[in-house]
């Protein structure tokens, strides 16, 4: 997906930023924690691979398509303390991206679900080796797909436990009005 999500991001200039690297990221959310939640700046410190967890959830939410912004609206909801926490190191890990001029991959993603796809010009998607898709990928093959035949490959067979994951993929994609074809080997 990287190399479509930079074919996209291609048909609108001025969408490149330079892109953080994992120490840069890492410094970033060490920052991030030192400014949103310091209780726990003593402890990303000393316990390895804490930072790079919080990095981990940061992706996983920016993947699900959750912003700081949604993340806040839904806090009233939940009452957590630990999850208010969570979102004030997530908007201050964005923030401190913006300020820097820098970017990161879940970024480049979300910034490719926005890009006016009518340039794509009938050119065909196919997409082969993904037992699952991430809510940003499903967007961005659904959003492509309005402009042209889109193929999502999948090895699927129908009640085996071992396939649950693509049971779930095809579902999604049925949902999101994919038409499923099948073919046997």
């Not at 809510?135 to 093959?141: I, K, R």
Request: aromatic share 4%.
């Amino acid at each position: 997906f990287k190399d479509l999500i930079s074919e996209v991001l291609d048909l609108k200039p001025g969408t490149r930023q330079r892109v953080a690297s994992p120490l840069e990221r890492e410094h970033m959310v060490d920052r991030a924690f030192a400014e949103a939640w310091p209780e726990l700046v003593g402890r990303i410190r000393r316990q390895t691979g804490l930072a790079e967890s919080a990095l981990k959830l940061i992706d996983e939410l920016r993947q699900a398509l959750v912003d700081p912004d949604s993340l806040e609206e839904r806090l009233p909801e939940v009452q957590s303390d630990y999850l208010s926490k969570v979102a004030a190191v997530y908007r201050q890990y964005v923030e401190s991206l913006a300020s820097r001029g820098v970017t990161d991959n879940p970024a480049l993603a979300m910034a490719s679900a926005k890009v006016n796809l009518d340039q794509w010009q009938g050119r065909p998607v196919f997409l082969v080796g993904f037992d699952d898709l991430t809510d940003q990928q499903l967007e961005l093959t659904v959003r492509l797909g309005e402009q042209t035949a889109v193929t999502v490959a999948i090895t699927h067979e129908d009640g085996n436990p071992a396939m649950a994951v693509t049971d779930t993929l095809l579902a999604r994609l049925k949902a999101r009005g994919a038409k499923v074809r099948e073919t046997t080997a």
